[in-house]
């Protein structure tokens, strides 16, 4: 009899095999362009992708030193790339050493598990952008003062912290892409987690590129808030399922959340911009107050707070529902009624251990036969 080769099915990559491999082959290309400074060639290239870029120095006879201010421009592309790559293995860091080891101890199913890495990862993220907004918006006047939103409109320079983060933020929330695929989320959460991805790149990029970055910081550090609390409770639900305090707080903050951003838009926007003395559109000035776009930033806002407050408004009426039929499962079992027909029953049948049989419904003995 001859031998059969047995077909050898293809090796099973696991899931922190395929987090590594990616972050090994992100890491690479970073290493390329950092080492690219050693060279005078190829210096100039890789600086491009690390520095910020478009820096322009002014003095001012009051102070002594010079100020240093940044613009945008094309080559700030090159750098949001290479922060892209940085994202990726800082995804991949948090996701092997800390939330694969505590997903260990939780046992969790695969619905929990994915939604237990996403709000980790975003936990991570929006603890962080909001104690670095918080840092920038403390040094900035018109935290304090609502008018310098509009005042001295196009706000074509800012400083390196504002265009560092600005920078950061566009390059997470691009990375956030390809990590649908690298984290092999499920075809269920791609078009949840695509739509919400989009939003934070179209308004991110469209206070960078339209010179609203101070509106767009002012409105950002109060809805990472609001989202670091959400997930932070939708945390600790999964290692807890009682602990779930933390989503009314958030249920409340998100609603002061989107009034907040409402009034601000239409102040903005509505009031303050269209009364400034610098109407017009310039692309080389970086001046875009006209009437189409100031209409097209508000509705967008509008669009998006009003479409955030009715998925807000299903979830927590889901929420609701759910409440209510458990509520009124636990009744049923546990009536007292039922409790105490089933003990009269038992009690009127039956007389220490031995059933008994009422009058109406005892059997009639039998009369015997004389033969």
């Not at 750098?79 to 948090?94: N, S």
């Not at 984290?183 to 339209?210: M, S, T």
């Not at 601000?264 to 692309?283: D, M, P, Y």
Request: aromatic residues 16%.
């Amino acid at each position: 009899m001859g031998f059969r080769k047995k077909n050898k099915s293809p090796p099973v990559l696991s899931h922190e095999f395929v987090i590594q491999n990616h972050a090994d082959m992100v890491s690479c290309v970073a290493m390329i362009i950092l080492l690219g400074l050693m060279f005078e060639v190829t210096a100039k290239y890789a600086i491009m992708f690390i520095t910020v870029q478009y820096n322009v120095t002014y003095t001012f006879e009051e102070k002594s030193e010079p100020i240093n201010f940044y613009r945008y421009g094309p080559k700030d592309m090159a750098t949001i790339f290479f922060y892209v790559l940085i994202a990726i293995i800082l995804h991949a860091l948090i996701q092997e050493y800390i939330l694969d080891k505590i997903n260990r101890r939780l046992h969790l199913s695969k619905t929990k598990h994915s939604k237990f890495n996403e709000s980790g990862q975003l936990a991570a993220f929006y603890l962080f952008s909001f104690l670095w907004g918080v840092s920038i918006l403390t040094a900035e006047e018109f935290a304090t003062n609502p008018t310098l939103l509009w005042e001295g409109y196009p706000h074509v320079h800012m400083f390196f912290q504002v265009k560092f983060f600005y920078i950061c933020q566009i390059a997470y929330w691009l990375h956030a892409l390809p990590e649908l695929y690298f984290q092999k989320v499920r075809k269920e959460d791609i078009p949840r987690q695509l739509y919400y991805i989009c939003l934070y790149i179209f308004h991110i990029v469209g206070a960078y590129i339209l010179n609203l970055h101070r509106l767009g910081l002012i409105l950002l550090v109060p809805h990472y808030l609001v989202e670091l609390l959400f997930h932070a409770s939708r945390l600790f639900y999964f290692s807890d399922e009682n602990k779930q305090k933390g989503f009314t707080l958030w249920a409340l903050l998100f609603v002061l959340a989107r009034l907040l951003t409402l009034t601000l838009s239409v102040l903005t926007f509505g009031f303050g911009l269209a009364r400034t003395e610098s109407q017009g559109f310039s692309i080389a000035d970086g001046n875009f107050n006209i009437l189409t776009i100031r209409i097209s930033c508000l509705a967008a806002i509008c669009l998006t707070q009003a479409w955030m407050m009715w998925k807000f408004i299903n979830f927590q009426l889901k929420k609701w529902r759910e409440h209510s039929q458990n509520q009124a499962s636990k009744k049923r079992v546990t009536s007292p009624k039922g409790r105490a027909s089933k003990k009269e029953t038992s009690k009127g049948n039956a007389v220490n251990g031995v059933l008994k049989y009422e009058d109406r419904t005892s059997p009639r003995a039998r009369k015997t036969k004389t033969s």
